[in-house]
């Protein structure tokens, strides 16, 4: 099969554009639900994993926004303990989504809708598998959870920090439908 210019401009894009754009889908089809949980713990249940932390062991909670590479922005949760480990839930989206750019935004969506027919294909789900780049946002000592959608990872962060603060164990789960 002869490649032609814009089949290997295709094969660019997949390869370079659609990891960050994968990143960019919003699963709409997620339910949140809290309640209480062993007395002296906070727990999550999110795709991709579950955490546990001892209420007494957390030192801080942070949330806070940040540009990765100038390509993305990312929403951090960060969980610190006493221990030898701290918990990084995080949502991430091109910075074109945000920018308002026509061309951007149909690019996103091209490229989610990709994503969707190789996901179905696959089974594999490019909005909570987390992406790492070995070394450079490889951490030791740090587990780290990718979120789907920016709500849901604001929940998350309330209920740690409200069962931090209270002392009150809490289990909180992300479930997609």
């Not at 957390?58 to 990312?74: A, C, F, M, P």
């Not at 006493?82 to 951007?104: C, H, Q, W």
């Amino acid at each position: 099969m002869k490649k032609t210019p814009i089949s290997i401009a295709l094969i660019m894009f997949c390869l370079l554009l659609l990891p960050m754009i994968a990143s960019a889908q919003n699963n709409s089809g997620t339910t949140t639900n809290e309640s209480t949980g062993p007395r002296r713990f906070w727990q999550a249940s999110v795709p991709g994993g579950n955490y546990i932390v001892a209420l007494d062991r957390i030192s801080s909670i942070s949330k806070h926004d940040y540009i990765l590479n100038g390509n993305l922005r990312v929403t951090e949760v960060v969980i610190d303990t006493n221990g030898n480990s701290l918990a990084r839930f995080y949502y991430i989206i091109p910075v074109t989504e945000d920018s308002g750019s026509k061309i951007g935004a149909g690019l996103t969506t091209r490229g989610k809708e990709l994503l969707d027919k190789v996901g179905e294909r696959t089974g594999a789900n490019a909005n909570t598998a987390v992406a790492k780049q070995y070394p450079n946002t490889t951490h030791a000592k740090t587990v780290e959870f990718r979120i789907s959608n920016e709500g849901n990872l604001n929940k998350l962060f309330s209920s740690a920090t409200n069962a931090w603060i209270k002392g009150i164990g809490r289990k909180f789960s992300i479930r997609n439908e």
